[in-house]
């Protein structure tokens, strides 16, 4: 079974500099999607990055960035600039490529706070 | 274009009683998958469904069942609550099954309190 850990629960950042949140995954697959989700207090998630498994490049999105190691099964999520709008809960999530399936399977979450 | 709706937003049950909780997707949206999100446990797969068939489901009990209808919406049902049933659940709606960049839109969940 594949299992999602991310080891910081808080994490704290100043307005306008850069945090990186941590997540480690375990998974025989070789194909799989690993996603960072953002759930700020009205608590809807949203998705903030996607990569795939089979890319080596790692995915952009405006501010945020991912270091995706695949042999080290670590996914991490750089967020430069941080803004006060940044601050929620950040979960890191897997999901199987195949298998006839959308499951997610998260990680416990980290808090960020930006500090102003 | 609407999002995810999820009714009610707050709910609060006694226990032993039951509950039916609701998920309207996208537009479009053939999948409705459940997540059940408590402090202690974190976020967990419910179940999942695509064109009114149950794919795949999670490791809860059988007090836990759901369905979708032909327009997509998708009930959730908790019979003989518990306590721990306490949490906020949350739907999230996708375009395909498993194909490829297919993204999760989420609700805004029920938060259900059992007291």
């Known amino acids: 079974a594949q299992t999602v850990t991310q080891s910081q629960p808080e994490m704290s950042v100043q307005e306008a500099e850069t945090v990186t949140l941590s997540c480690t995954y375990d998974t025989s697959e070789s194909d799989y999607y690993l996603f960072w989700y953002k759930q700020p207090p009205s608590r809807q998630m949203i998705l903030v990055i996607r990569?795939?498994?089979?890319?080596?490049q790692n995915a952009t999105e405006n501010r945020f960035s991912v270091n995706f190691q695949k042999a080290a099964k670590s996914f991490s999520l750089k967020i430069s600039d941080s803004q006060l709008g940044d601050a929620a809960m950040y979960f890191c999530?897997?999901?199987?490529?195949?298998?006839?399936?959308?499951?997610?399977?998260f990680g416990t979450g980290t808090l960020l706070a930006v500090q102003p | 274009k609407a999002g995810v709706t999820q009714t009610p937003r707050y709910l609060i049950k006694t226990r032993g009683q039951q509950v039916t909780l609701s998920c309207s997707p996208i537009s479009g949206h053939r999948s409705v998958s459940w997540y059940q999100q408590t402090p202690g446990q974190g976020l967990q797969f419910l179940f999942e469904y695509f064109s009114e068939t149950q794919r795949n489901k999670g490791n809860f009990p059988g007090r836990f069942s759901g369905r979708q209808f032909s327009n997509s919406r998708s009930e959730m049902n908790v019979s003989t609550l518990e306590l721990g049933d306490s949490a906020l659940y949350l739907c999230?709606?996708?375009?395909?099954?498993?194909?490829?960049?297919?993204?999760?839109?989420f609700g805004q969940g029920t938060r259900l309190t059992v007291v």
């Open positions: 999530a897997y999901r199987s490529e195949g298998g006839a399936t959308n499951k997610l399977i």
């Open positions: 999230a709606s996708s375009l395909f099954l498993d194909r490829g960049r297919t993204e999760a839109f």
């Open positions: 990569q795939e498994a089979y890319k080596q």
